[in-house]
């Protein structure tokens, strides 16, 4: 699992940002009209493919589906409703979000091919119902998770890496401190460097 995991909320973050060095993507595209949605993920799958980073769709599995792409993240309420067999038979691997120990049970029982934990740190980029999960609580869900790799999210910045790593976290999601960055292409670079020491 990559250590740093860029989360950009539209295709053109992707181009921008990937050819820094970035393998490990999400594309988060929020309130946009299918076909706009539909129009993102095909071009940021191969927008990845040419740039050999993985891209991971988040939230629209059945877009992923029928486009071919090879990764989704899930919510807990897109779990409801996504045919995770499907995907599967796909050959589509899949990670999860979890904010308390019932979503992990419940998440590792789907056998995920990561979990993700958060917020860790206190976040500015959405309304949180949980808060701040503290790195005590990502060394319990690495227990608790076992082999399957844990990523971490939320108020993440270079500095707390360290810390985020040495409590058990395998790979760390990034999402505001990239995009109100004044240079997100620099500060991108910054963040590959500091996830290889």
Known sequence: MERFYLIAGHVAQVELLVPQGVKLVQLRIKDQPKAEVTRQIARARDFCAVH?????VNDYWQAALDL???????GQEDMET???????????????????????DRALSHDPTYVAL??????????????????????????????????????????????????????????????????????TREWIRACAI
């Not at 071919?68 to 899930?74: A, E, G, P, T, W």
């Not at 045919?83 to 120990?101: C, F, K, M, V």
């Open 118 to 187: 958060g917020p860790v740190y206190p976040t500015l980029l959405k309304k949180m119902k949980w808060g701040p999960q503290g790195l005590d609580r990502v060394t319990r869900w690495k227990a608790m998770a076992g082999a399957t790799p844990l990523v971490a999210i939320g108020g993440m910045t270079p500095e707390r890496l360290p810390g985020v790593f040495a409590a058990g976290a395998d790979s760390v999601a990034v999402v505001t401190d990239i995009q109100t960055a004044n240079d997100p292409e620099a500060r």
């Open 52 to 56: 050999g980073a993985q891209l991971v």
């Open 82 to 104: 996504a045919d995770l067999a499907a995907l599967r038979r796909a050959g589509i691997r899949y990670g999860l979000s979890t904010h308390n120990e019932i979503e992990l």
């Open 68 to 74: 071919r792409c090879s990764f989704v993240h899930l």
